[in-house]
T-cell receptor, first 117, second 112 residues
Framework: AQKVTQAQTEISVVEKEDVTLDCVYE???????LFWYKQPPSGELVFLIR??????QNEISGRYSWNFQKSTSSFNFTITASQVVDSAVYFC??????????????FGTGTRLTIIP | DVKVTQSSRYLVKRTGEKVFLECVQD?????MFWYRQDPGLGLRLIYFSYDVKMKEKGDIPEGYSVSREKKERFSLILESASTNQTSMYLC???????????FGSGTRLTVV
C-alpha cells in the first residue's frame, strides 16, 4: 500500500520569507514517481513537478526547489522569497511506475500555505 | 493546452436524487479519473478508466458508478445522493505513460 503524509496542515509566513513544505511517503515499489501540485483558490490543481525515484538530484525552478531524499522517503518543497500569489493548498502525490502506463496517484492531505502581505 | 472541463462548478441536489457529474477532456487522453476532496482527507480516488467502456474501482467507490462511452467523456453517477456525498469532486485525465494529471476546476456538490 502507498501512503503520502503531509504533516503540516497549515502554514503562514510573511511575504518574502522562505518556506518549506514537507512530504514523506511510503511505498513498496522500487520505482515510482513523486509529484507536487498547487491548488489556488480557483480550485484547479496545477502540476508543479514530477520526479523519478531513480533521480535524487535536487531541482530548482525559479523560486521553487525540491529536495528528494530516498534514504528518508521525503520529497520536500521550498519556496524562496515567498509571494502572496503562492498562497494555495499544496499536495504531494506518489505513483508507481507500471508497465502499462496506467498510473494511479496517491495524494497527501495537503498543506494550506498563506502568505501574509 | 489540454483542457479538462467539468460541466458544473456548483451543484445543489436533494437527498435521494440521481446525480450526474460530467467531465470532458479535449486531448485524446486514455486515462480519466474521478476524485473527491474533503478537508483533512486530501484527494481520494473514486473510480478511474483506462479506455472506453473500461472502469475500475478506486479507494472509495461505494455509492458511485461511472460511465465512459466515449474517450473524451467520463461521467460520475451518484445513484441516490446522500448528505455524506457533499464534497468537491475533481476530474483528471492523463496520457498513458506520461504520468501526471491534468485536472478540471472541480464541482462543489452539496446534497441537502
Amino acid at each position: 500500500a502507498q501512503k503520502v503524509t503531509q504533516a503540516q496542515t497549515e502554514i503562514s509566513v510573511v511575504e518574502k520569507e522562505d518556506v518549506t513544505l514537507d512530504c514523506v511517503y511510503e511505498t513498496r515499489d522500487t520505482t515510482y514517481y513523486l509529484f507536487w501540485y498547487k491548488q489556488p483558490p480557483s480550485g484547479e490543481l496545477v502540476f508543479l513537478i514530477r520526479r523519478n525515484s531513480f533521480d535524487e538530484q535536487n531541482e530548482i525552478s525559479g523560486r521553487y526547489s525540491w529536495n528528494f531524499q530516498k534514504s528518508t522517503s521525503s520529497f520536500n518543497f521550498t519556496i524562496t522569497a515567498s509571494q502572496v500569489v503562492d498562497s494555495a493548498v499544496y499536495f504531494c502525490a506518489l505513483s508507481p511506475i507500471s508497465n502499462f502506463g496506467n498510473e494511479k496517484l496517491t495524494f497527501g492531505t495537503g498543506t494550506r500555505l498563506t502568505i501574509i502581505p | 493546452d489540454v483542457k479538462v472541463t467539468q460541466s458544473s462548478r456548483y451543484l445543489v441536489k436533494r437527498t435521494g436524487e440521481k446525480v450526474f457529474l460530467e467531465c470532458v477532456q479535449d486531448m485524446d487522453h486514455e486515462n480519466m479519473f474521478w476524485y473527491r476532496q474533503d478537508p483533512g482527507l486530501g484527494l481520494r480516488l473514486i473510480y478511474f478508466s483506462y479506455d472506453v467502456k473500461m472502469k475500475e474501482k478506486g479507494d472509495i467507490p461505494e455509492g458511485y458508478s461511472v460511465s465512459r462511452e466515449k474517450k473524451e467523456r467520463f461521467s460520475l453517477i451518484l445513484e441516490s445522493a446522500s448528505t455524506n456525498q457533499t464534497s468537491m469532486y475533481l476530474c483528471a485525465s492523463s496520457l498513458r505513460e506520461r504520468y501526471g494529471y491534468t485536472f478540471g476546476s472541480g464541482t462543489r456538490l452539496t446534497v441537502v
